[in-house]
Nanobody
Framework: QVQLMESGGGLVQPGGSLRLSCVASGFTFEHYDMSWYRQAPGKERELVAAMRDSGGSTQYADSVKGRFSISKENRRNTLYLQMRNLKPEDTAVYYC?????????????WGQGTQVTVSS
């Protein structure tokens, strides 16, 4: 059974930091492109950060460049998002996403999301 389990969200003051984690199971983690998306109330889901399966290529939304960092630990099947200097506009539900090919077919998976609230 495929699972993407996010954790690490919460309430933080502006300027604070959080680290989100996403533990994957049920698929070959290191073969998948992994990413973080977020969705704020009344807005569309948007890509925050992405990492290719090799781990050598990353991509960030302009709004988070220099503040967020995506990484992964293949031996733990875990994806991370380190978030620094958080702003109120970073408030959203953050989702872990996996995209890859196994056994000749394309698969995409989503986690259930973790809430991040930035407020004083």
């Amino acid at each position: 059974q495929v699972q993407l389990m996010e954790s690490g969200g919460g309430l933080v003051q502006p300027g604070g930091s959080l680290r989100l984690s996403c533990v994957a199971s049920g698929f070959t983690f290191e073969h998948y492109d992994m990413s973080w998306y977020r969705q704020a109330p009344g807005k569309e889901r948007e890509l925050v950060a992405a990492m290719r399966d090799s781990g050598g290529s990353t991509q960030y939304a302009d709004s988070v460049k220099g503040r967020f960092s995506i990484s992964k630990e293949n031996r733990r099947n875990t994806l991370y998002l380190q978030m620094r200097n958080l702003k109120p506009e970073d408030t959203a539900v953050y989702y872990c996403h996996a995209d890859g090919t196994e056994f000749g077919a394309d698969y995409t998976y989503w986690g259930q999301g973790t809430q991040v609230t930035v407020s004083s």
